[in-house]
């Protein structure tokens, strides 16, 4: 369970990241549930590579302050960020067709 806790830290954090991306930027915004679900990948990947570079938890195996606040920081900025990419591609799209 402890090589989870990480991971699940970092989808919610995404899907956080990911709504509080789709409220700032209502005109790219995908819905709650696309932003959600946006986040959530977008959580993942970049509390992976967080982990890959060492910064968050899960490189030293322990689940100490730092590497929970690692996890957190790196889900909800890499569910932020993938949000706004797609919304911001569904938005160029919308306005091309």
Do not use: E, H, R, Y
Not at 76 to 85: C, S
């Amino acid at each position: 369970m402890g090589g989870f806790l990480p991971l699940i830290i970092q989808l919610v954090s995404g899907a956080v990241g990911g709504n509080v991306a789709g409220a700032l930027m209502k005109g790219s915004s995908l819905g709650t549930v696309g932003n959600s679900i946006a986040g959530i990948l977008g959580g993942g990947i970049g509390g992976q590579l967080l982990a890959t570079m060492g910064v968050a938890a899960g490189s030293g195996g322990g689940m100490d302050l730092a590497g929970i606040l690692g996890s957190i920081a790196g889900g909800g900025v890499g569910g932020g960020v993938l949000m706004a990419i797609i919304g911001i591609i569904k938005k160029a799209m919308a306005k091309s067709a």
